[in-house]
């Protein structure tokens, strides 16, 4: 079994891929799919603390982690429903140039 | 188990990098789908079974996919690559390199970090199941409320020029 | 109603219209039917909702539903068709041109090529057209005869047909299977009667080149006994089938006034609600003689199209049990005519039948030699084809090939 | 009738059954063969592509065609190709020395034979023609185009009986003919008896 | 000795594995299943090719392939070996990767699902407890890769079959793991072998206590098979496929080995969706009359393996393909309210079984049968009847 710190850096690894791609990447949906990736790690971190913690058995952890999917799921399809709705009115997925809001 | 850990974190990893680093949108979403099923693999490692297949279930058959249509209807697929090398992006990257290095500072620097697994518990669906339906009630009606709100925003979203009178 | 003559004809098959390239031309329909100079306005399409670019995808020379070389350049939106454009050509053979080279009778074996599913009703009204121009009369058992083949030729005709538009449908080609296993019994009795399965070659001017061998009467009859129980395994298997119905009912509507303008014939008018039917019409041959009714259909859809066929189907076996039973005895081919020097005097003359696909004439100019000094085929399956951009525009790609299909076209007759 | 949506998909169902079974004891269902195996029986009146009749052992001399090119000429896709032998002095004699048909062209119309004097050239109903060399192999010549007439009767029994009885009245008459001409000595060639009709 | 023979794949493994040093054990045993598996179900591919063309050659008054062998029994061999010496043609501007990729990741999910199915008593390769759930979150996986193919192809049909593909699976996954929701409700279990397990037994002696005799779980088959077929691409839901309207979709580009693994898949994915369809109402392994079983477990499991894909062939043969439109009509509009009264059916069903609210026997059968009957006439006739829609009566001119 690897030492919790182990799941910790490697949640902290995803966790910063994920910023770091929201952050550059212009690409509208690409920016939400860090955002997917930060809240996996989110939910790593979860499973850790819960697996390694100190009552398992009261499945804090898991539960938290399927809420969590559960709101990811809600907020990825509003997500890209948004970026449908921003392409079809501007014609363009690209973050930087969805400037205002006014159509 | 150890091995199995490292191959998984590999991938992931990878899976993660390529889904934020590759020129090619399609290739980063199937690359996230990658990295999503090596986070699934590690919560069967930790012994998180339904979450782990939940996580597949899903990342992989729905929010991935969900990408992919948004792609296909936003006709991205086929955008020209675009590569990230640019001085905001830089700034970007070295903001994300700034919070890891944050974070993995607290990890190693906190008392948890050598801590070592206790016997691993038994999570029966049905344990599950009972917990959400007793304790968490509240939370997992409030879910159900939220995906249903979000299913039909979504809807109003996708159809809204129809609405404004798409002759 | 919303078309008039005139703009069918400015934006028929071959109009070039500009094709944008299909690139960003953002919804609406600038760079295609408007822009093509003409008054007539597209019926108002609901425009999608993801008003995306069109996707152009050229559906044929090589498409399994094409029913031959046929292409159909189309516009998609998502799978909407937004534009259609048929292109066809590929199977050109200079019908034509080569039927004015050649001497009368040599264009009899062409005229089998036209619509190579029923090579005898184009034998008939190739020789009704000479009959007519050069004054021959043709026997009564001939005319008989000519009844009796060309019925069984639209039997076999409507047959395949829906087997064929129940295969573009996607019932993995089963009613294509049954309707070919009733085909092989009329193909047969082609075979016994004129030596040929398909390209029968049998008609000659002022009557028929051989008379029924022994027995061929008989297997006839049983064919026409037992091609109703056929039928009605056929329309078991297909007339209420709730997928059948959903995915023909509504779609590629042809309207009757539309129909009419655009030169439709054939069971695909009448299937519009158009009463006009060319043996009741013109009782070309002996058809006055016959009881037989002329199913109509309401809707104009794809439907109608194939409920027309399988009614017309019944009633070609009703004419068929009549023919056969009255079939005279005598001789089958006019003593006037002849095989060789054969010279109509000058003039023209203009010979239609109704062949299972619709209206097919053959016009003819003689100048007094042996030749045709012109030959021209009306087809009924290029003149139905026009209407198909009418008929699929605003359904989708799976609809347009139905629409394709129940129009009934052989490229054979279509590219001549 | 009141449609119970569902009810029309039970009956294809039940429809593509009964076929299935029935393909297995019902011979009208089931009508293909397995082709080299077992064949079809040829049609009388079959035709495929043409042939050439001769009479008598010897398909050099017995061949009844004699050149009159009014086949080559009548041929919609002109798949004929005649050339007339000619004697030591150069005179054309009545006879072929190339009769080719390009089967690859030809139609199987029949028009040649409908249009021959001296029915000569007949259809054959040989079918299995495949062959791997297109261009020389489909290229029928008069050899191979050559059959006995007793080849034709055993294809066309009906229709040969009818030639035959034909081409020997016409014997006849020229036997007739050329009787009286010897008697008068004042005779014109016989007219060749054909007929248009079959 | 007839438990022997029930048991005879169990011991053999048993038996192999104990021959083998216990570090061994851990990797050896999986190992074997998975050999298992795909050994037994790629024969059962080839198998169901052979029977496919036969069954819809005689449905079409035809011979099917009679010529390989005798009656054509070696045409899989045929087929296989055609498919594996034919040219791998990877289009100019595909994406090459994916479109290598596609394949596989077709192919792996699929045979990762059949890790949980039972196919006989204590023949299953891991018993999850949530393995159900593993099974929908692995097939799952088959969506992406018929998007990989169907975009790294750069055809235009076969980015139309990928889009169609997608969203035909998407949809009917929801009716399809709703179906199963409700026998998950009434068994309390997701695991398949104990949802098994909890249909053993037999009605006063003679019927067994499957769940496909229950209303609700009579509808909820149909409901299931239906979204089955929708899965798993046959017809009358080939869409995306649809040869005669976009050629072969999202194979398209595809040929020789690559196209037959897409092909295996296919059929794999048939046989795990049958399979599981068999697991959740048919019994799975069970005998249905209590005289036969004797016979081995494994062998109930494959001829109803074998009679429902006889089902899917027969189908096949018959129905014609429904439209884009139509499809997801019926799956949102049509089976997702069907299978949620069935799903409300089956928990009264199961609540009330105690305080006999329906009735008993045949009386609360026919009442859990008319509340089905009546959602769907009604929803029948709601959706599907519209004026000038459904047959028709013709006039004639004289």
């Given at each position: 079994m690897p030492p919790l710190h182990a799941y910790l850096l490697l949640s902290a690894a995803l966790f910063a891929i994920g910023l770091a791609g929201a952050l550059t990447r212009r690409h509208a949906i690409l920016v939400l799919v860090g955002i997917e990736l930060m809240l996996n790690a989110a939910n790593l971190n979860f499973i850790a603390f819960w697996r390694y913690g100190a009552r398992p058995e009261a499945l804090t952890g898991v539960l938290f982690a399927m809420f969590s999917i559960g709101i990811a799921a809600a907020e990825a399809a509003v997500g890209l429903a948004l970026i449908i709705a921003v392409y079809r009115h501007f014609r363009t997925t690209t973050v930087n140039d969805v400037n205002e809001l006014r159509g | 188990m150890e091995t199995a850990f490292y191959v998984l974190a590999a991938v992931t990893v990878a899976g993660a990098v390529a889904a934020m680093a590759l020129p090619r949108l399609v290739h980063c979403t199937l690359c996230l789908a990658v990295a999503f099923v090596g986070l699934a693999g590690h919560f069967l490692l930790l012994g998180a079974e339904f979450v782990s297949f939940a996580q597949v279930l899903v990342y992989v058959g729905a929010v991935a996919i969900l990408v992919v249509f948004a792609m296909l209807l936003t006709r991205s697929a086929d955008a020209p690559p675009a590569w990230v090398v640019s001085r905001p992006g830089l700034l970007g990257v070295g903001v994300a390199v700034l919070v890891f290095g944050c974070l993995a500072a607290t990890v190693a620097g906190s008392g948890l970090a050598g801590r070592e697994a206790p016997p691993a518990p038994e999570v029966t669906v049905k344990a599950l199941g009972e917990r959400l339906m007793a304790e968490y009630v509240v939370p997992l009606e409030v879910v159900g409320l939220l995906l249903t709100a979000a299913l039909i925003g979504a809807v109003i979203l996708a159809l809204e020029d129809r609405a404004k009178g798409g002759t | 109603?919303?078309?008039?003559?005139?703009?069918?004809?400015?934006?028929?098959?071959?109009?070039?219209?500009?094709?944008?390239?299909?690139?960003?031309?953002?919804?609406?329909?600038?760079?295609?039917?408007?822009?093509?100079?003409?008054?007539?306005?597209?019926?108002?399409?609901?425009?999608?909702?993801?008003?995306?670019?069109?996707?152009?995808?050229?559906?044929?020379?090589?498409?399994?539903?094409?029913?031959?070389?046929?292409?159909?350049?189309?516009?998609?939106?998502?799978?909407?068709?937004?534009?259609?454009?048929?292109?066809?050509?590929?199977?050109?053979?200079?019908?034509?041109?080569?039927?004015?080279?050649?001497?009368?009778?040599?264009?009899?074996?062409?005229?089998?090529?036209?619509?190579?599913?029923?090579?005898?009703?184009?034998?008939?009204?190739?020789?009704?057209?000479?009959?007519?121009?050069?004054?021959?009369?043709?026997?009564?058992?001939?005319?008989?005869?000519?009844?009796?083949?060309?019925?069984?030729?639209?039997?076999?005709?409507?047959?395949?047909?829906?087997?064929?538009?129940?295969?573009?449908?996607?019932?993995?080609?089963?009613?294509?299977?049954?309707?070919?296993?009733?085909?092989?019994?009329?193909?047969?009795?082609?075979?016994?009667?004129?030596?040929?399965?398909?390209?029968?070659?049998?008609?000659?001017?002022?009557?028929?080149?051989?008379?029924?061998?022994?027995?061929?009467?008989?297997?006839?009859?049983?064919?026409?006994?037992?091609?109703?129980?056929?039928?009605?395994?056929?329309?078991?298997?297909?007339?209420?089938?709730?997928?059948?119905?959903?995915?023909?009912?509504g779609v590629g509507v042809l309207s009757g006034a539309l129909a009419v303008n655009a030169g439709i014939t054939g069971p695909m008018l009448r299937a519009s609600g158009v009463n006009y039917d060319l043996r009741k019409v013109d009782r070309y041959g002996i058809y006055d003689r016959f009881n037989f009714r002329v199913p109509l259909g309401e809707h104009g859809d794809v439907y109608d199209r194939y409920m027309v066929r399988i009614l017309e189907m019944r009633e070609s076996v009703k004419i068929l049990a009549q023919a056969l039973k009255d079939l005279p005895p005598g001789p089958i081919l006019d003593p006037k005519s002849k095989l060789r020097g054969f010279r109509p005097r000058a003039g023209e003359a203009y010979g239609r039948i109704e062949a299972p696909k619709g209206e097919l004439g053959f016009y003819l100019i003689s100048d007094g030699s042996v030749r045709p000094y012109r030959y021209r085929v009306r087809p009924p399956s290029l003149i139905n084809l026009t209407v198909l951009e009418e008929l699929c525009l605003g359904h989708t790609v799976a609809d347009a090939v139905i629409v394709l299909g129940s129009v009934d076209i052989v490229l054979g007759e279509v590219d001549r | 009738m009141k449609h119970t949506p569902g009810w029309g998909l039970l009956k294809g169902l039940f429809e593509t059954a009964r076929n299935f079974v029935g393909s297995y004891y019902q011979p009208g269902r089931l009508t293909t063969i397995e082709y080299p195996d077992e064949r079809l029986p040829v049609q009388e009146n079959f035709r495929n592509f043409p042939m050439l009749i001769y009479d008598g052992a010897d398909p050099e001399r017995g061949l009844r065609c004699v050149g009159c090119k009014i086949c080559e000429k009548e041929c919609p896709p002109q798949c004929i190709y005649i050339v007339l032998e000619r004697d030591r002095s150069g005179k054309v004699q009545k006879r072929p020395r190339l009769f080719d048909i390009d089967v690859s062209v030809c139609m199987s119309c029949q028009i040649c034979v409908e249009v021959c004097p001296f029915d000569a050239i007949k259809m054959n109903t040989e079918y299995e023609l495949s062959t791997g060399d297109r261009f020389g192999a489909l290229l029928l010549r008069k050899a191979e185009l050559a059959k006995p007439n007793e080849y034709y009767r055993r294809l066309h029994p009906t229709e040969a009986a009818e030639v035959d009885a034909r081409l020997a009245a016409a014997a006849q008459a020229k036997a007739a003919a050329q009787a009286k001409e010897q008697a008068k000595l004042t005779a014109k060639p016989a007219k060749p008896a054909w007929s248009t009709q079959p | 000795m007839m438990e022997t023979l029930d048991q005879l794949f169990v011991l053999l493994k048993r038996w192999v594995v104990g021959e083998f040093p216990a570090a061994w054990r851990l990797w050896l045993s999986p190992l074997i299943d998975a050999g298992a598996i795909i050994g037994v179900f790629a024969g059962l591919f080839a198998v169901t090719t052979l029977l496919e063309r036969k069954g819809l050659g005689r449905l079409q008054n035809r011979m099917g392939p009679n010529r390989v062998g005798p009656f054509g029994v070696l045409q899989p061999l045929a087929d296989g070996l055609k498919m594996l010496t034919k040219e791998d043609i990877v289009p100019r501007a595909a994406d090459r990767v994916v479109h290598f990729l596609a394949p596989i990741a077709m192919v792996t999910p699929i045979l990762l699902a059949y890790a949980v199915l039972p196919f006989g008593r204590n023949l299953v390769a891991v018993d999850f407890d949530a393995g159900l759930l593993f099974f929908f979150a692995v097939g799952a996986g088959t969506e992406l890769a018929v998007f990989m193919a169907g975009w790294s192809s750069r055809n235009k049909y076969s980015l139309l079959g990928a889009m169609r593909g997608i969203a035909q699976m998407i949809s009917y996954e929801v009716p399809l793991v709703l179906s199963a929701v409700a026998v998950v409700l009434v068994a309390g279990s997701l695991s398949l072998p104990s949802i098994v397990d909890s249909q053993a037994g037999y009605h006063w002696g003679w019927l067994a206590r499957w769940h496909v005799f229950t209303p609700w779980g009579l509808a909820g088959f149909i409901l299931f098979l239906i979204a089955a077929t929708a899965e798993s691409n046959r017809s009358p839901f080939d869409l995306p496929e649809g040869e005669s309207e976009i050629i072969a979709g999202h194979l398209i580009e595809y040929s020789g080995f690559k196209y037959a693994l897409f092909f295996l898949g296919e059929y794999l994915g048939l046989f795990a969706v049958s399979a599981l369809g068999i697991t959740l109402f048919l019994g799975g392994w069970q005998a249905p009359v209590p005289f036969l079983a004797w016979v081995p477990s494994y062998l109930w499991f494959g001829a109803k393996l074998l009679g429902c894909i006889a089902l899917f062939i027969w189908l096949r043969g018959t129905m014609p393909r429904l439209r884009t439109d139509q499809l997801m009509n019926f799956a949102w509009k049509f089976m997702l309210p069907l299978v949620l009264v069935n799903l409300v059916v089956a928990a009264l069903w199961h609540g009330t079984a105690a305080w006999g609210f329906f009735g008993a026997g045949a009386t609360r059968w026919l009442l859990g049968g008319a509340v089905l009957w009546l959602t769907y006439s009604a929803l029948s006739h709601a959706l599907f009847t519209a004026p000038g829609r459904g047959p028709r009566t013709y006039r004639y001119a004289d």
């Open positions: - | - | 109603m919303r078309a008039q003559a005139g703009d069918l004809e400015m934006r028929g098959a071959f109009a070039a219209e500009p094709h944008g390239g299909g690139g960003r031309s953002a919804g609406s329909d600038a760079g295609w039917g408007a822009g093509a100079g003409h008054e007539w306005v597209r019926p108002a399409e609901p425009v999608g909702r993801l008003e995306g670019e069109w996707l152009e995808v050229a559906m044929g020379p090589h498409h399994p539903s094409t029913h031959g070389v046929f292409r159909m350049n189309v516009a998609l939106e998502g799978e909407r068709i937004r534009k259609l454009k048929p292109v066809f050509g590929y199977l050109h053979r200079n019908h034509e041109k080569i039927a004015e080279g050649t001497t009368y009778l040599g264009s009899m074996p062409y005229t089998d090529r036209l619509d190579y599913f029923c090579s005898l009703t184009n034998n008939w009204a190739y020789a009704l057209a000479v009959e007519t121009l050069a004054g021959l009369g043709v026997p009564e058992r001939a005319e008989y005869l000519r009844v009796i083949t060309g019925e069984l030729t639209r039997l076999l005709n409507h047959a395949c047909l829906v087997g064929f538009l129940l295969h573009d449908m996607g019932t993995m080609g089963t009613p294509l299977m049954y309707a070919f296993r009733e085909r092989e019994k009329i193909l047969d009795l082609f075979e016994a009667l004129t030596g040929a399965r398909m390209m029968c070659n049998y008609l000659r001017f002022g009557g028929c080149r051989v008379d029924v061998p022994a027995g061929w009467l008989a297997g006839a009859q049983r064919v026409v006994d037992e091609f109703p129980r056929f039928l009605d395994e056929f329309e078991n298997l297909l007339t209420t089938n709730e997928i059948v119905l959903a995915r023909s009912q | - | -």
